[in-house]
């Protein structure tokens, strides 16, 4: 795991947070395009997490199409995380 994510422990735990962050938004894009069934725990604990991390950008863009609109809703916060969290790992590993 340091080998993938620099020798830093601040930077690596910042990269891990950024990837679980980007894999809840994606786990949801991913059960929403496949009518996964919002009753079943996981599903349930997946979306609300994902509403939690994706909330700043709802309603960022008006989009009729409800996929479409859930994949830029929930993907584009998923790659600010990514961008935003391993730019800032790469920083404190080089501090």
Do not use: C, E, K
Request: zero cysteines; a neutral charge.
């Amino acid at each position: 795991m340091s080998r993938r994510y620099g020798g830093s422990p601040a930077g690596t735990v910042i990269s891990v947070i950024a990837d679980l962050a980007a894999l809840i938004l994606i786990l949801w894009i991913a059960f929403y395009l496949f009518d996964a069934n919002t009753a079943n725990n996981v599903v349930s604990w997946i979306h609300d997490a994902a509403n939690w991390l994706s909330g700043w950008s709802h309603n960022l863009f008006s989009i009729d199409s409800d996929n479409w609109r859930t994949v830029v809703n929930y993907g584009l916060p998923a790659l600010v995380y990514l961008f935003i969290g391993h730019a800032v790992a790469g920083g404190v590993r080089r501090a």
